[in-house]
């Protein structure tokens, strides 16, 4: 499996920014990531839609370099994969996009942090039902920090140091045991602070 960019890419096209607001979109995008290589009917499949419907939508992340076709183990089958292991979403210096960015950026956010509450709902939802050592080794943590901006933003840099080697698009030999595992963080200044 090759990848364009083994690090997190910033996207700033605000078609692109539209184009992953989309909630399947960003469903395949997110399961691309987690589980590698997919067929549209595999994802169909994990994201509760219709094989043709989540070709076409393959195709539309593809348009913008979100995705790209896989190697195939057989000629039969099509599969799909990122081409980067995470996104961050940037700002762009052309006014003339600002405006549309600012609108796709804000709906990506809010449908990311929706789609992470509800993975979060499931996975609690489903607790008792997994082995003993991963219901141990899961968390849910909350933190009120006091930081400074540029405090802020060095944590964040140090977290993603500390994430990355355990990435399951790029860690070459993972151990036995392990499995995909779902890590949202979000940091940002309390709405309420004065």
Known sequence: MSFRSPERRTVT???????????????????LMAFGPRTASECAE??????????????????????????A??????PWQSTATGLSF?????????LGADTAERLLADRQIDDQAELAHRALAQRD????EWRDA???????????????KELGTKLDALIRPYIGLTRADPPEGSDVVALHLAAFRHPDAS
């Open 138 to 152: 899961s968390m849910l943590s909350g933190y009120a920090l006091r930081l400074t901006p540029a405090e802020l």
């Open 46 to 71: 994990a994201v509760g839609s219709t094989a043709s419907n989540c070709s076409y939508h393959l195709r539309s992340l593809a348009k913008f370099g979100l995705v790209e076709p896989a190697e």
């Open 90 to 98: 940037g700002r762009t210096d052309d006014p003339g996009f600002r």
């Open 129 to 132: 039902d997994q082995p003993e």
């Open 73 to 78: 183990d057989d000629g039969r089958e099509r």
């Open 13 to 31: 096209d605000p078609r692109a920014l539209r184009a992953l607001a989309h909630p399947l979109r960003l469903a395949l995008l997110d399961h």
